[in-house]
């Protein structure tokens, strides 16, 4: 796979974007007795707008090359901010066990879960209209 294929099928800016966000949910839904905390049960909202964001660039930039450039860049973002950025905290010195405690992977899975019906349903609902985007 040449670099000008692997560029058709992925936007690097907006898979940082997704593991940006993944990493801030993780801040938003962590206990208060960790730094840079919020402990919000509703942490996933940010979901929401950021994948109606994702839902729209595609829809307008790559009206025509179908779902694959969708699904290859929210999953280059999930690797990043689920996979890269806590084995990155193993690095700085936190446990593997730290990295990845079961609060931590259960709002990733309610953030994604949000993030992947709201990115589902605006895409289709925006492929569906796609002549009013041009």
Do not use: K
């Not at 007795?33 to 909202?45: G, K, N």
Request: proline residues 5%.
């Amino acid at each position: 796979m040449t670099i000008a294929s692997l560029r058709r099928l992925i936007s690097l800016p907006v898979a940082l974007i997704i593991g940006l966000g993944i990493h801030m949910d993780w801040h938003l839904a962590r206990p208060m007795d960790q730094r840079l905390s919020a402990h919000l049960s509703a942490h996933w909202i940010l979901a929401v707008p950021l994948f109606l964001g994702v839902a729209w660039y595609f829809a307008r930039r790559w009206p025509v090359r179908g779902i694959w450039p969708v699904v290859v860049t929210v999953g280059v973002g999930t690797l990043v901010g689920e996979v890269i950025e806590p084995l990155l905290e193993v690095l700085a010195g936190d446990t593997l066990a730290d990295a990845y405690e079961p609060l931590r992977v259960r709002a990733f899975i309610t953030y994604l879960g949000v993030g992947l019906v709201i990115l589902g349903v605006t895409f289709a609902r925006l492929r569906g209209s796609s002549h009013e985007l041009q």
